[in-house]
């Protein structure tokens, strides 16, 4: 089993930038093959992927944040999410995800919130 917790969430004024982070435990090992990837679910919308770093160094963004974010993975088990020119549609609660070997592991989620 795995427990992802994120931190680094909080409010800021449009055009700021937020660092995010997430960190797993637990008894399952981690490999870096094991792709991670955030998510975020803003008011009214559907969870949604905002960056995956496949486990490969391969990464992948949407649309909406190429150029502003970047992914990185410090570990196995340990991966960034660094926000700059921060928009008021950035505004939601970011998820941290894992993929190991075909299960899925979500973290509780930090909220974003980016004011105009």
């Known amino acids: 089993q795995l427990q992802l917790v994120e931190s680094g969430g909080g409010l800021v004024q449009a055009g700021g930038s937020l660092n995010l982070s997430c960190v797993a435990f637990?008894?399952?090992?981690?490999?870096?093959?094991?792709?991670m990837a955030w998510y975020r679910q803003s008011p009214g919308k559907g969870r949604e992927m905002v960056a995956l770093?496949?486990?490969?160094?391969?990464t992948t963004y949407a649309e909406s944040v190429k150029g502003r974010f970047t992914i990185a993975r410090a570990s196995a088990a340990n991966v960034g999410l660094f926000m700059n020119s921060l928009q008021p549609e950035d505004t939601g609660v970011y998820y941290c995800?894992?993929?190991?070997?075909?299960?899925?592991?979500w973290g509780q989620g930090t909220q974003v919130t980016v004011a105009s």
């Open positions: 995800n894992v993929d190991r070997f075909g299960t899925h592991y």
């Open positions: 637990g008894s399952a090992t981690l490999y870096n093959i094991n792709p």
């Open positions: 770093h496949n486990g490969r160094g391969a």
